[in-house]
Structure formats: structure tokens, C-alpha cells
């Protein structure tokens, strides 16, 4: 089923030449129009189905420092204050508060592991906390356990998946640029090797500059021009239920399950990093670069079935420019729910908090996080002059969409970066040099 999402209209008429079209209405492509039009930029923004209805409404929405991987610290930290100056700057409501994020544990290795992470985090001005047994304890009261210790992260915060990419698009028409949904853009047009224009199934929008922000759509997409871009995408399910007054956090971490407040009377419950694998043929192309990421992470990752097949979204065919396309077979990437995911998420949360075993089950979703090797995000130009890239944020983008829109605005413009581009490059994966998993 669909998680809930803010449904705003579409512009009227498809714009015959814009200054840059974006490709993919979720947060990254949501805030990457809005930060290009705040530069001055002419914008169409164009969604095959409605804007946020795939992952960037499907998450956890959190917006946090607290464990990023250091390349993407610096683009965490900045988000963060983009996120409020957005709502003063727009007047639209994402839901974002900096209400902490508090993480407790009962394992010595994962304690130890925040707190190396808090030393480095540190150095760099970021707040976060070891908190002792007695403190976690007692910041954990709700559950009525004990904890070896834990870790908060005060200046850390969360957005409501349901409200933040339909508000970076409102704001964008507030500014004079369009939003298109139910349009899907079947490709690019290139003149002397560069972006020329963009073919929608609604028509052609000329135009110098695209962002390609498809998310889990965003390699085959790109396939179609010839540019390389391993991307490999797992089915997560997270399960929300009614705590009507419950004394709950608004966002808890704990290896078992996690707990965020989802608007009023309601919190989202999953088991971090637990997905289902659907073999697809863009996996099997890929799949050598995601060995050391799977290896990693086993124990979480289960075989899938023909759900990915069926999706389309990961396919190696060629499409034509005149034809419907695969994603428009496929408007919202809606994949089924993993039950046995439901169940466990559920009782862990029971065992966590007994009164969550009885709190009525509102909605389950499952959605297509989509990863690159390294689990680093790629916000990059690209081989094809005019075409930027901003996907492959591995389960971590929701959090950063501010300051990877601000990002794609600079590197588009060419105005000094808000963060260092340079770990984000696409060119990191042809460079013929290991690469570095992310840890967290």
C-alpha cells in the first residue's frame, strides 16, 4: 500500500523550453528544483507519478548526523540548517523539528563503535553524547529495560516523509517554476554530444540542463545514454501503528527496532537495514561492485522474488523516445510488503514496549531503496554534457535532500559549493581503485 503523502496539483501546460528540467519529484529532485529556481533558474520539474510517492514518503525521516559515514557529515551538518531556513524562506511545513535522536544499546561492540564515531564527530563541531548505563536507562524509561548505554544527538531531528518533497515542490511554483506529475520523461535529446531537450510523454521540453533524480529509476534511465552508474536497489518494509497517547520518544534507535513519530498519534516501527534482495538483470550487471556491501551487511538481507523483475525499474533495455516506456507501466514504484518483516517488527516492538503489541496496525509500506556500491550518495556531473546526476542515496537521502538540492543548484550554476563535491563524484566508480564501504 501507498504510504500517506500530501497530494499538491500540477501545473497547467508543459512548458515548450526551460532553463533546466529536473527528472523525479522526491526529496532530492523536489529540493534540487526548488534551489535552482531560488538561483534564478527557469524549472520544470517532472514526475512519472505524484511527487514524494516512492521512497522519499516511505522512510524513516530522520534528519541526522548522529552515525553518517565522514563523507557525508558535511552535506548532514548543512541540511539541518537548510531544513528550517527552507520553512522560513517558503512558508511551507515539512514537519521538521530538531527533536534528538537517542540511540541505546545492550551490545559492547556497537557501544564502542558510536563512541569512536562521536570522537571523530567532534573534531569536526558536531554534538553528540555517550550516555552511560544510568543515563540511557533512564532516557529509555518508556521501555522499562536496562541499557549498557547509548548515545544522543541533540542538535539531530526528523520531517515527515508525507509532507517534505510536496512542499519543496510548492515551493518551487511559488518561485515561477512548474511541476508536472503523471508526465513521465522517456529521455534526453543531445545535440553535438550535450543536452538539447528533454521528451516527455506529454511532450518536448527544450532545455541545456537536467538533473536525473529518479531514485531507484535513475540507473536504467542513464543506460539509455550511454552513462555508466552501478546502482542496486533492496525492498525494505517499515509498519506504522496508532499510540494515540503513549509516552513514546520521537525518534528511538535500537539494534532490535526504531521508533519515530509520524504526525500525531502515530509512529513508525522497523528493523534498520533488514531487506529483501529481488534478483533484476540491472543486479546481475552490477552485482560484482556489491559484493563487499552485501558481504557486510548478510545478515540483514534475504532473497526476494520477481517483484523487482515485474517493476521494471532495473531493467537494460533500450527504449524509444515515441513509445511508453517502462515507467509508465509503472507510475509508483508500490512493492509488496514483506510480512514475515511485519510480524518480527512487531513483536521486537512488543518485547521493546509491551503496550506496542496491542497498538493498532494503521499501515505497512515497502519501497526500493536504491544503493551504490560504496553506500555513498553520487551528485555529480556526468559523461553526457548537461546532465547531472543525483541518486544512489543508499537509504540516507530523505535527511540530506535540502543540501543535496542546494548541491546539484552550485554545481549547475557554478557558484561555490555549500559542501566539497568531490566524494560524490560519479567518476569514483570507473577510477579502478577500492572502494570504501560506508559503516554506517
Known sequence: MPAPLRLIESSPDLPAEADAVVIGAGVAGAFSAYYLAK????????EKGVVGGEQSSRNWGWCRQQNRDARELPISTRSLDLWEQF????GEDTGF??????????????????????????????????????????????????????VYSPTDGIANPALAAPAAAKALTKLGGTVHQSCAARGIETHGGAVSAVVTEKGTIRTRLVIMAGGAWASSFCHQLGVRFPQAAVRQTIMAVGTGDLALPDAFFSKSVS????????????????????????????????????????????????????????????????????????RILDPKVDQSAVRLTQQRAA????????????GAWAGYVDSTPDGVPVISETPSPGLILAAGFSGHGFGIG?????????????????????PYRLSRFSSGRDLQVAEF
Not at 39 to 46: F, S
Not at 117 to 125: L, M, P
Not at 289 to 301: A, D, Q, T, Y
Not at 402 to 421: E, M, S, Y
Request: hydrophobic share 40%; with cysteine.
Open 39 to 46: 538561483a534564478g533558474l527557469k524549472v520544470a520539474l517532472v
Open 87 to 90: 520553512s522560513a524562506d517558503s
Open 97 to 150: 523539528r530538531r527533536c534528538g535522536l537517542f540511540y541505546a544499546s545492550n551490545n559492547e561492540e556497537e557501544l564502542a563503535g558510536w563512541a569512536r564515531w562521536g570522537e571523530f564527530a567532534r573534531t569536526v563541531g558536531v554534538s553528540t553524547s555517550m550516555l552511560s548505563s544510568e543515563e540511557a536507562t533512564a532516557r529509555a524509561a518508556f521501555t522499562g529495560q536496562r541499557f549498557r548505554g547509548g
Open 259 to 330: 521508533i519515530t513519530r509520524r504526525g500525531e498519534g502515530c509512529h513508525t516501527l522497523a528493523i534498520s537495514g533488514r531487506a529483501r534482495v529481488d534478483p533484476t538483470s540491472q543486479f546481475l550487471r552490477f552485482h560484482r561492485e556489491f559484493v563487499p556491501m552485501f558481504f557486510r551487511r548478510w545478515r540483514n538481507l534475504s532473497p526476494g522474488g520477481l517483484e523487482g523483475m515485474r517493476s521494471g525499474h532495473e531493467g537494460l533495455s533500450r527504449w524509444r523516445l515515441d513509445r511508453p516506456t517502462p515507467m509508465e507501466s509503472m
Open 351 to 362: 518485547a521493546l514496549v509491551p503496550a506496542l503489541g496491542t497498538a493498532p496496525i494503521v
Open 402 to 422: 535540502p543540501g543535496v538540492g542546494r548541491l546539484v543548484a552550485d554545481i549547475a550554476t557554478g557558484a561555490p559549493p555549500i559542501v566539497d563535491p568531490l
